[in-house]
C-alpha cells in the first residue's frame, strides 16, 4: 500500500520553530511537496523536493532524505498567521503518468 | 484574474438528487484534478484530466463522473446523491511534470 504518515497535531510559541515530520511509503516516488492550509481556505503549494537535501524558502525550510523516506517542513520565526494546517505529498508514479498523495494533515497551532 | 475557480462555492441538496460542480483554470494548464477532503480533513485525489484524457481514476463510486469539454475546464457531476457525499470538494490544475498545484477555493456540499 501507500501511506504518508505526519503528526496530527503540533503546538509551538509565536517567534519560535517548528518542525514538521512526514515519513512515507509508496510504490515509486519523485518528490515530496509541502502545502498550507488554513481555515476554510484551499491548499496552497509551499515548497517541493526532488533531492536530497534542505531546501529554503524565506522563513521555510523543507528537507528531504530519500533513502529514510523521510521528510520535513521547518518554520522559523513563527507568526501568528502560520496557524493553519500543513500537508506532505507525494508525487508518485501512476500507469504512464503520476499522482500525488497527501498526508493527513498536520495541524499546526501558534500560541502567543 | 483568478487562476482556478469553482461554482457554487456552497451546495445543499437532498439525498438522491443529481448535481453539477463546475472548475475552470485560466492558468494554461494542461492537467486538472478533483480532490474530496472529508470532515477530518483528509484530501484524496479523485479524478485527474490530462488533455481531455482521464489518466487517474480512483476508487471512487461511479456516481462520479467528470467532465471535461476543454482542457481549461472540469466538471464533476454527482447522480443519486447519498449523506457521505458530504464534504468539501476542490478542484487543481498543474502543468504535467510541474510539481505544484493550484487549487480552487472549494466548493462545499451537504447531502440532506
Given at each position: 500500500?501507500?501511506?504518508?504518515?505526519?503528526?496530527?497535531?503540533?503546538?509551538?510559541?509565536?517567534?519560535?520553530?517548528?518542525?514538521?515530520?512526514?515519513?512515507?511509503?509508496?510504490?515509486?516516488?519523485?518528490?515530496?511537496?509541502?502545502?498550507?492550509?488554513?481555515?476554510?481556505?484551499?491548499?496552497?503549494?509551499?515548497?517541493?523536493?526532488?533531492?536530497?537535501?534542505?531546501?529554503?524558502?524565506?522563513?521555510?525550510?523543507?528537507?528531504?532524505?530519500?533513502?529514510?523516506?523521510?521528510?520535513?517542513?521547518?518554520?522559523?520565526?513563527?507568526?501568528?498567521?502560520?496557524?493553519?494546517?500543513?500537508?506532505?505529498?507525494?508525487?508518485?508514479?501512476?500507469?504512464?503518468?503520476?499522482?500525488?498523495?497527501?498526508?493527513?494533515?498536520?495541524?499546526?497551532?501558534?500560541?502567543? | 484574474?483568478?487562476?482556478?475557480?469553482?461554482?457554487?462555492?456552497?451546495?445543499?441538496?437532498?439525498?438522491?438528487?443529481?448535481?453539477?460542480?463546475k472548475c475552470e483554470q485560466n492558468l494554461g494548464h494542461d492537467t486538472m484534478?478533483?480532490?474530496?477532503?472529508?470532515?477530518?480533513?483528509?484530501?484524496?485525489?479523485?479524478?485527474?484530466y490530462n488533455n481531455k484524457e482521464l489518466?487517474?481514476?480512483?476508487?471512487?463510486?461511479?456516481?462520479?463522473?467528470p467532465k471535461s469539454p476543454d482542457k481549461a475546464h472540469l466538471n464533476?457531476?454527482?447522480?443519486?446523491?447519498?449523506?457521505?457525499?458530504?464534504?468539501?470538494?476542490?478542484c487543481?490544475s498543474?502543468?504535467?511534470?510541474?510539481?505544484?498545484?493550484?487549487?480552487?477555493?472549494?466548493?462545499?456540499?451537504?447531502?440532506?
Amino acid at each position: 500500500g501507500q501511506s504518508l504518515e505526519q503528526p496530527s497535531e503540533v503546538t509551538a510559541v509565536e517567534g519560535a520553530i517548528v518542525q514538521i515530520n512526514c515519513t512515507y511509503q509508496t510504490s515509486g516516488f519523485y518528490g515530496l511537496s509541502w502545502y498550507q492550509q488554513h481555515d476554510g481556505g484551499a491548499p496552497t503549494f509551499l515548497s517541493y523536493n526532488g533531492l536530497d537535501g534542505l531546501e529554503e524558502t524565506g522563513r521555510f525550510s523543507s528537507f528531504l532524505s530519500r533513502s529514510d523516506s523521510y521528510g520535513y517542513l521547518l518554520l522559523q520565526e513563527l507568526q501568528m498567521k502560520d496557524s493553519a494546517s500543513y500537508f506532505c505529498a507525494v508525487r508518485a508514479p501512476m500507469n504512464r503518468d503520476d499522482k500525488i498523495i497527501f498526508g493527513k494533515g498536520t495541524r499546526l497551532h501558534i500560541l502567543p | 484574474d483568478t487562476a482556478v475557480s469553482q461554482t457554487p462555492k456552497y451546495l445543499v441538496t437532498q439525498m438522491g438528487n443529481d448535481k453539477s460542480i463546475k472548475c475552470e483554470q485560466n492558468l494554461g494548464h494542461d492537467t486538472m484534478y478533483w480532490y474530496k477532503q472529508d470532515s477530518k480533513k483528509f484530501l484524496k485525489i479523485m479524478f485527474s484530466y490530462n488533455n481531455k484524457e482521464l489518466i487517474i481514476n480512483e476508487t471512487v463510486p461511479n456516481r462520479f463522473s467528470p467532465k471535461s469539454p476543454d482542457k481549461a475546464h472540469l466538471n464533476l457531476h454527482i447522480n443519486s446523491l447519498e449523506l457521505g457525499d458530504s464534504a468539501v470538494y476542490f478542484c487543481a490544475s498543474s502543468q504535467r511534470l510541474v510539481n505544484e498545484q493550484f487549487f480552487g477555493p472549494g466548493t462545499r456540499l451537504t447531502v440532506l
